[in-house]
């Protein structure tokens, strides 16, 4: 089965930009979508297809994608948006099967 | 606004079954997948199997068949069994609401609705 791999944590300051990275061989084919979860809370959808924002996610999230790695985007991170995030993306094997990525942890200093 | 409920025994011993059911209110229960996603402490996401509300299924093959996703759509629940659970199964479990937009040269989907989450402790 297919495996999505992203950073373990990144750190940004307040205010400026950072990536979240998710590599995987069904990145080639699948869109990833992207979830951030706060601690105690379920994870919420911030980015799905091509870059597309559910109503109520800010501007400032943004998704690209390349090759086999999917990209999340935080610019001008805020203090609420330290989180954990996931990567999540259909299996490369073409059936109905889904992989979330390792996890990424962001600290906003 | 759609939500979903779930609910199900929360301490199970090695060798039972866990059972859990998610009621979808406020919205439409075809067209959708609905999902069920599990998260142990302090780790990741995984993803357990959906069904739609023709009861097609699609489940983790690392859960070694031990999975059964079932659907009545008479009153717009789905349900999770997990068979021969171990301490490994130790997890809060989600279900969830999948949307999947797909046309010619066109395909997307994502997870756009979640329940509160059943924390379920396999303890002998």
């Known amino acids: 089965s297919s495996e999505l791999t992203q950073d373990p944590a990144v750190s940004v300051a307040l205010g400026q930009t950072v990536r979240i990275t998710c590599q995987g061989d069904?990145?080639?084919?699948?869109?990833a979508s992207w979830y951030q979860q706060k601690p105690g809370q379920a994870p919420v959808l911030v980015i799905y297809g091509k870059n597309k924002r559910p109503s109520g996610i800010p501007d400032r999230f943004a998704g690209s994608s390349s090759g086999n790695t999917a990209s999340l985007t935080i610019t001008g991170a805020q203090a609420e948006d330290e989180a954990d995030f996931y990567c999540n993306s259909r299996d490369s094997s073409g059936n109905r099967l889904y992989v979330f990525g390792t996890g990424t942890k962001v600290t906003v200093l | 606004q759609v939500q979903l409920q779930q609910w199900g025994a929360g301490l199970l011993k090695p060798s039972e079954t866990l059972s859990l059911t998610c009621a979808v209110y406020?919205?439409?229960?075809?067209?959708?997948?609905w999902s069920w996603i599990r998260q142990p402490p302090g780790k990741g996401l995984e993803w357990i199997g959906e069904i739609n509300h023709r009861g097609s299924t699609n489940d983790n093959p690392s859960l070694k068949s031990r999975v059964t996703i079932s659907v009545d759509t008479s009153k717009n629940q789905f349900s999770l069994k997990l068979s021969s659970v171990t301490a490994a199964d130790t997890a809060v479990y989600y279900c969830?609401?999948?949307?999947?937009?797909?046309?010619?040269?066109?395909?997307?989907?994502?997870?756009?609705?979640w329940g509160q989450g059943t924390m379920v402790t396999v303890s002998s």
């Open positions: 406020g919205g439409s229960f075809s067209g959708y997948y």
């Open positions: 969830a609401r999948q949307f999947v937009v797909e046309a010619t040269f066109l395909y997307y989907d994502a997870i756009d609705i």
């Open positions: 069904s990145l080639r084919s699948y869109y």
